[in-house]
């Protein structure tokens, strides 16, 4: 890791460049911004909701759960940030990366309810009723907001 060490600033939005080893929060747009603390320079963004991620705040430092895993980039960097630290975790391989993302739309629809993203044209129902699976989507708004919540990519 580059940054081992991230100074935190609460924001209202992103700034259109994000400056390496700081941690942008934004409880405006619920969402944190981050340079990749690999170094690679990739911009890295986690969503502040039920089922992503969440932030504690001591006073002095911001910690980040669950961990951060670039699985999309190529450097496919992972650590934890605790109290403003960056602690390198081991890398995770495609068949954990794929069982994280299926517990993750799992996590996302039963939480926002599978009956509402059918609604939206986003879940049908699989085999015995109890798995979800996403299929296309119009381009509505509603549409692309249901399919992010379920880690659709769009």
């Known amino acids: 890791m580059r940054h081992r060490i991230l100074e ?22 619920g969402s944190v911004a981050h340079s990749c603390c690999c170094g690679c320079g990739e911009e890295v963004v986690t969503p502040l909701t039920p089922t992503d991620w969440n932030i504690t705040y001591d006073g002095e430092s911001v910690t980040l759960h669950p961990s951060v895993g670039s699985w999309t980039l190529a450097c496919r960097s992972h650590y934890v940030i605790r109290r403003n630290r960056v602690i390198e975790a081991p890398p995770w391989s495609d068949a954990e990366v794929a ?21 939206a044209g986003l879940v049908g129902v699989h085999g015995s009723g109890s798995e979800p699976i996403v299929r296309a989507a119009g381009s509505s708004l509603k549409d692309r907001l249901f399919g992010w919540l379920l880690g659709r990519k769009t």
């Open 8 to 29: 935190h600033r609460f924001v209202e939005s992103f700034p259109e460049v994000l400056e390496p080893g700081v941690l942008y929060v934004s409880l405006e747009y």
């Open 99 to 119: 069982a994280e993302r299926l517990r993750d739309r799992r996590a996302k629809a039963a939480h926002y309810g599978v009956e509402v993203a059918a609604e």
